[in-house]
């Protein structure tokens, strides 16, 4: 019954900016939990690009690291993830993700039980 929305995809110009942002309709019953953001390209394997969990510990990608920043809305049900600096290899379907039961912020994909439906970062150049 937990529902993720991404949004704010696009396409930049390598070096621009953009945020996501993921809406849980419905959070997650079992405590703790963790969010996290992943990526997929064509004919590539998911990865994890962030993760946050319940007491606000955050985990990021050694590729992502210094350039993107995952923050969460608590009043709003949102989880952020800002990207700066963006780089052509960042495009990709990026996806929003949950675990319930999750004690540590992890970017294990198996780990996850619930996904968006994903939102698309092209970076030219």
């Known amino acids: 019954h937990v529902q993720l929305v991404e949004s704010g995809g696009g396409s930049v110009q390598a070096g621009g900016a953009l945020t996501l942002s993921c809406v849980v309709s419905?959070?997650?019953?079992?405590?703790?939990?963790?969010m996290g953001w992943f990526r997929q390209s064509p004919g590539k394997e998911r990865e994890g690009v962030a993760a946050i969990d319940s007491d606000g510990s955050i985990t990021y990608a050694d590729s992502v690291k210094g350039r993107f920043t995952i923050s969460k809305d608590n009043a709003n049900n949102t989880v952020n993830l800002m990207m700066n600096s963006l780089k052509p290899e960042d495009t990709a379907m990026y996806y929003c993700?949950?675990?319930?039961?999750?004690?540590?912020?992890?970017?294990?994909?198996?780990?996850?039980?619930?996904w968006g439906q994903g939102t698309q970062v092209t970076v030219l150049g």
């Open positions: 993700a949950a675990a319930a039961g999750m004690d540590w912020a992890q970017l294990d994909v198996a780990r996850y039980n619930y």
């Open positions: 419905v959070r997650p019953i079992s405590s703790p939990f963790c």
